[in-house]
């Protein structure tokens, strides 16, 4: 979970859960379905879901 640590969670609308077929690190520009999911998790509420087919490094 990668959402910012504050004294409280962010709103669920600000929120996305990304799922990816192997697990990857670092950032990078995501491609994929992209959807209103509601789902909660130990760290906060989330309001949407990207299921990532594709993770490319992000260039400026």
Do not use: W
Request: overall charge neutral.
């Amino acid at each position: 979970m990668g959402a910012c640590s504050c004294n409280s969670p962010s709103p669920a609308n600000q929120l996305v859960f990304v799922t990816t077929g192997t697990p990857y690190e670092s950032s990078g520009l995501l491609t994929g379905m992209f959807r209103t999911a509601s789902t909660s998790t130990q760290l906060a509420h989330i309001g949407y879901a990207l299921s990532a087919d594709k993770i490319e490094p992000f260039r400026h």
